[in-house]
């Protein structure tokens, strides 16, 4: 049987064996001269490249685009589905994971634990000084979250574990996930500026670019933290480094950047106030094994013209 043509880069051992033997892998290389393109009937975004109409328009036999990961902005969704193309991701498997993160991150923040290891590690550390380093108490602090979804939700249940005050915003007010999970729903503005710590757990979408700006960073308590689990353009993050090298926040942990990676000489990168890690949200052993599962039953599915078992819809 002859093989079926797919496009990814990158793709781990594990998820190879899952592909088998069943088709012919090539690298992603869209540009206009590939010949590959012409053939093509199944792309892989493995690390988030792009995908757009122009491209879908040079690979006219491409059936179905399979997503490495739940959020889906870096592919143009309703360019799929004007083109007949399906669109699948990884939803709901990577929740705990990146909740685990989003907290991680907000503890490191909170309690100095990235400088504190980097001085632990210097010449300067000669004996325990009790007035060095004091962080902000996490323990019955208050933590917006900016989009309760699945991932928001799972974050709202962690940060009862330490006794905190949780409010979230979202486009629409979630009942019943207020009374299961002890929640206040507040305006956005309300959100800013009653709490220590702000979560993003949003999608990247027209409407959240640059949702975090100058205006709302002013909004923020002086001494509250940031953490983007998000997206990077959820921040314009010119006005992030505004906000941290003049006082209106404390502190913020990126785990996601735009672009991605920042540029090795980016002003962001000398902050001492600012943790950034290499998009490590959904990072973890068994969550990256059900990952690369879901994207080869999607792309297995859309080459045999089936629903896919975890699709996405245009908006
Ligand atoms: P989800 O279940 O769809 O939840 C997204 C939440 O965001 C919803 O509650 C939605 O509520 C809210 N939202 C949408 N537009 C909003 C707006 N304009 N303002 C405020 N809230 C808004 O998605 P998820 O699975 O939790 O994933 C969320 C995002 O996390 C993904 O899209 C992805 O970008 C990111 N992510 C990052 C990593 C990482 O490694 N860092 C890993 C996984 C996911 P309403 O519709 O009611 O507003």
């Known amino acids: 049987m002859s093989k079926i043509p797919v496009m990814g880069d990158d793709l781990p051992a594990t998820m190879l064996a899952m592909l088998g033997h069943d088709f012919e892998l090539h690298p992603w290389n869209v540009s206009p001269e590939n ?3 012409q053939v093509v009937q199944g792309l892989i975004t493995y690390g988030h490249p792009h995908v757009d109409g122009p491209l879908l328009d040079r690979c006219p036999n491409v059936k179905v685009v399979s997503n490495h990961g739940v959020g889906v902005d870096h592919i143009d969704v309703a360019a799929c589905t004007a083109r007949g193309v399906l669109v699948g991701n990884t939803p709901g498997v990577l929740d705990a994971s990146t909740a ?7 503890l490191a923040l909170a309690r100095n634990v990235v400088t504190g290891d980097a001085f632990a590690h210097g010449p300067h550390f000669r004996h325990y000084d009790p007035s060095n380093m004091i962080g902000t108490e996490v323990t019955g602090a208050t ?6 979804g699945r991932i928001g939700r799972q974050v709202a249940r962690r940060a009862h574990g330490f006794d ?4 979230y915003h979202g486009r629409t007010r979630q009942y019943a996930a207020e009374q ?3 929640v206040d729903y507040v305006s956005l503005d309300d ?4 709490s220590d710590f702000v979560a993003l757990n949003c999608p990247l979408t027209p409407e959240t670019k640059h949702l975090i700006n100058s205006q709302t960073l002013a909004k923020m308590k002086r001494s509250a933290m940031l953490i983007n689990m998000a997206r990077g353009g959820v921040i314009d993050q010119d006005a992030l480094y505004t906000a941290l090298t003049t006082g209106v926040i404390a502190g913020a942990a990126l785990d996601v950047t735009d672009p991605e ?3 090795r000489d980016h002003r962001l990168l000398k902050l001492s106030n600012l943790i950034i890690t290499p998009h490590l949200g959904s990072a973890s052993d068994r969550t990256r094994r059900r990952m690369q599962e879901m994207t080869v039953e999607n792309l297995r599915a859309g080459l045999r013209h089936e629903p896919l078992p975890y ?3 245009a908006p």
């Open 35 to 37: 010949p590959v393109l």
């Open 100 to 106: 685990d993160m989003t907290i991680a991150l907000l």
């Open 143 to 148: 933590l917006g979250i900016i989009g309760l």
């Open 164 to 167: 905190m005050r949780v409010l």
């Open 180 to 182: 299961t999970l002890n």
């Open 191 to 194: 959100l800013l500026s009653q």
């Open 261 to 263: 990676p920042l540029p």
């Open 311 to 313: 699709g996405v819809q």
